[in-house]
């Protein structure tokens, strides 16, 4: 068997959703537009220039919603699904996954968005596994604005992947061919693990290292 990993952000979607989600949010009047704005926006400038706190980001982007009941929260997911992600998706992200299902491998999404934001998506694109930024829970099962484990961000997707497959059983070695796709050099470690890495509609940071090293640049969104 084969195994092969996906980012998400700008790589399996054509957009990045943690901070979608943020302009969602303001969109529904949930949050404060010109303050939530600026701070969505400093922290995507973080991430893209691999200064990003992660802890800090995670509290201030759990911080509206968290509050929710289930119900409200379960309607918040559906109603981004509906109206942001689904409409954004594209057929070849749709087939490449496909195509990797097609041949065997053992699927996963390896993504720095939390879980709150990302299960929805996987399960859209019929991805089993998902290795996301857990959030800690309180006794009553609130999420708290803290993470729980390692973040699946930068050196710590080799941590949950390594985690994920130890509980499934296997290690990297059962593998002859590990293809990870993305966009982002935040994501140079996992790639540089992976036998077949892939720059998937790269940003020309790394665009630039997949050119030095001769990896495959594949550009899924026009």
């Known amino acids: 068997m084969n195994l092969c990993l996906f980012d998400l952000d700008h790589t399996l979607l054509p957009l990045d959703s943690d901070h979608e989600f943020g302009e969602f949010l303001i969109r529904q009047g949930l949050a404060?537009?010109?303050?939530?704005?600026?701070r969505?926006?400093?922290?995507?400038q973080q991430y893209c220039d691999g200064t990003l706190v992660l802890g800090d980001y995670i509290n201030f982007t759990?911080?509206?919603w968290r509050q929710m009941d289930d119900d409200a929260q379960h309607a918040l997911q559906q109603a981004f699904m509906a109206q942001v992600?689904?409409?954004a998706v594209q057929p070849q992200a749709r087939e490449l996954v496909e195509r990797h299902r097609a041949q065997g491998d053992l699927l996963a999404i390896v993504t720095a968005t939390n879980e709150f934001v990302t299960q929805p998506i996987a399960d859209a694109f019929d991805v089993e596994h998902l290795l996301a930024v857990r959030l800690v829970r309180d006794a009553h099962g609130r999420v708290t604005g803290q993470i729980d484990g390692?973040?699946?961000f930068r050196e710590g997707k080799i941590t949950r992947v390594e985690q994920w497959l130890a509980s499934l059983g296997r290690q990297w070695s059962d593998f002859g061919r590990i293809s990870f796709?993305?966009?982002?050099p935040n994501d140079l470690p996992l790639l540089e693990?992976?036998?077949h890495p892939v720059a998937t509609n790269p940003s020309p940071s790394l665009e630039a290292v997949a050119l030095e090293r001769g990896w495959p640049i594949l550009r899924l969104f026009a």
């Open 32 to 38: 404060d537009g010109e303050d939530y704005r600026r």
């Open 150 to 152: 390692v973040p699946s």
């Open 85 to 87: 992600i689904l409409p």
């Open 40 to 44: 969505n926006n400093d922290f995507y």
């Open 62 to 64: 759990t911080s509206i």
């Open 193 to 195: 693990r992976a036998t």
């Open 181 to 184: 796709y993305s966009d982002s």
